[in-house]
């Protein structure tokens, strides 16, 4: 199977959190938004595609889960969950996001946490391309993990739950709501 077809696959299961589904209408819409880019665009997951692209993302929890890496991203400035483009080895979206998390943190004992996406999130980004639909996992570091900064963050730095309002954005914070309700179900 292709990516293309699993990313499909994967986004048609797509429903939201369990138990939230008045509150998830709108990620069923956004789910729409991003069946429609890949049946009109067969290059919707690569960088290339002017239109827009699908992008992989996780969110880091530690083992204790009580607190998130973060990465500041080189370009943007931000504190940012770990994420970026597919690549043509990536099988699945959650592989990509998985190679993302990994790169970016150091950290190579990283657990995905069963479910699938826990978000969805679209955000313009600068030309020459318009738009990020990224498919936002969460994972868990092993035990004892220790992080490793790479060459596209700035920092990379572990916060307490209650810190992450303060130092990041709205997704992000979504992300790690969501994040804790998949832990706590």
């Excluded at 004992?109 to 996992?137: F, M, N």
């Amino acid at each position: 199977m292709s990516l293309h077809d699993e990313a499909v696959r994967t986004l048609k299961g797509y429903e939201g959190l369990p138990g939230h589904e008045g509150a998830d209408a709108a990620q069923r819409e956004l789910r729409g938004v991003y069946l429609d880019h890949l049946a009109a665009h067969p290059d919707g997951l690569w960088k290339a595609c002017g239109a827009g692209h699908l992008t992989a993302s996780a969110l880091v929890v530690d083992a204790e889960r009580g607190r998130v890496l973060l990465t500041l991203h080189k370009k943007l400035g931000m504190w940012l969950q770990m994420g970026g483009h597919c690549e043509p080895g990536d099988e699945t979206l959650e592989r990509a996001a998985l190679r993302e998390a990994r790169e970016e943190s150091g950290i190579a004992e990283l657990t995905p946490v069963p479910g699938g996406p826990v978000q969805l999130d679209r955000h313009p980004i600068p030309a020459p391309c318009h738009w990020h639909l990224d498919v936002q996992y969460a994972v868990v570091a092993g035990p004892g993990a220790v992080e490793s900064i790479s060459e596209e963050s700035l920092d990379l730095r572990w916060f307490g739950y209650d810190e992450v309002a303060a130092v990041a954005d709205g997704s992000v914070v979504r992300l790690l709501e969501r994040t804790r309700r998949v832990l706590d179900a």
